[in-house]
């Protein structure tokens, strides 16, 4: 599977940014994670992609949304109130185990990454 994400930038407090990852490939679900400098990589969102089940870190619930477009292969992560807490390189990842809610937590069930964009939060 390769994986493009593409979407990041820097915002002020508040605002809002919506990242996206071209998938190609085999998958049965997409994640996106993120890692700030020094920090471990922590889970964010991810998807189903046969049924749009979704599931979301509690640090981004009610924040982050997770979407897809399957006709463009898409996923998306439509962060809104942005937070400096949020600032971090984030990535999309898949995989093609058995999907679950708290499937997050295994970043080792995912195994194409993309190559990550920035997002900055000022």
């Known amino acids: 599977v390769q994986l493009v994400e593409s979407g990041g930038g820097s915002v002020q407090a508040g605002g809002s940014l919506r990242l996206s990852c071209v998938a190609s490939?085999?998958?049965?679900?997409i994640g996106w994670f993120r890692q700030a400098p020094g920090e471990e990589r922590e889970g964010v969102a991810s998807i189903y992609i046969v049924l749009g089940d979704t599931d979301y870190a509690d640090s981004v619930k009610g924040r982050f949304t997770i979407s897809q477009e399957a006709a463009k292969s898409t996923v998306y992560l439509q962060m809104n109130s942005l937070k400096p807490e949020d600032t971090a390189m984030y990535f999309c990842?898949?995989?093609?185990?058995?999907?679950?809610?708290?499937?997050?937590?295994?970043?080792?069930?995912?195994?194409?990454w993309g190559q990550g964009t920035q997002v900055t939060v000022s």
């Open positions: 490939g085999p998958r049965k679900y």
């Open positions: 990842a898949a995989g093609n185990s058995r999907w679950y809610r708290g499937l997050l937590r295994r970043s080792d069930a995912f195994n194409s």
